[in-house]
């Protein structure tokens, strides 16, 4: 009679290699554009519209298990006054720090205007208006992109660009 032996050792390493993966999907960090797809909304309600998101142009993070994403709008329907300051939403799982000013947990409106970065709530009030920087040596401006830094993340629009911090 054989004796019955544990698991064989290709079952502990996909076990091992799974539970890798698991643990580090959970961290922190940059989504990837098909973690984006599955979660980011398809359109955003904003001062008494709904406005189509833009997928290819909508980013975020990871921070522990919470998310922070961001992304534009087709601001098309609104009236000049409201989409020269909205270009897209921001939805926050976390408390941030925006250049010193703290932002709750929430979903909001925002826009890159005149060397500024302007937060609004839902109903196009301005929660953070700070001073925007500008990043002249990037050599492939896009729409929007996140990147991760050493204590945070930017948040580009083109050239210019915020940091966010998670608290």
């Not at 087709?74 to 300051?85: P, V």
């Not at 939403?89 to 947990?105: D, Q, R, Y």
């Not at 929660?127 to 996140?146: S, Y």
Request: with cysteine; aromatic share 8%; proline share 3%.
């Amino acid at each position: 009679m054989r004796a019955k032996s544990g698991p064989s050792i290709s079952a502990v390493l996909i076990c091992l290699v799974a539970s890798l993966l698991g643990f580090a999907q959970s961290g922190a960090g940059v989504l990837g554009a098909d973690e984006i797809k599955k979660i980011v909304p398809a359109s955003f309600f904003f001062r008494g519209q709904s406005a189509p998101v833009q997928l290819r142009n909508s980013v975020g993070f990871k921070a522990q298990d919470k998310l922070v994403l961001a992304g534009l709008v087709d601001t098309s329907g609104y009236s000049s006054g409201i989409r020269e300051k909205y270009q897209g939403f921001l939805i926050t799982e976390v408390k941030l720090n925006i250049a010193g000013s703290e932002l709750a947990p929430g979903q909001y409106g925002f826009g890159f205007k005149d060397g500024k970065f302007i937060v609004m709530d839902v109903g196009a009030n301005d929660l953070v208006n700070v001073g925007a920087h500008r990043d002249d040596q990037l050599q492939r401006a896009v729409p929007l992109k996140m990147v991760s830094e050493k204590e945070g993340y930017r948040l580009y629009e083109g050239k210019n660009w915020i940091g966010l911090k998670t608290q």
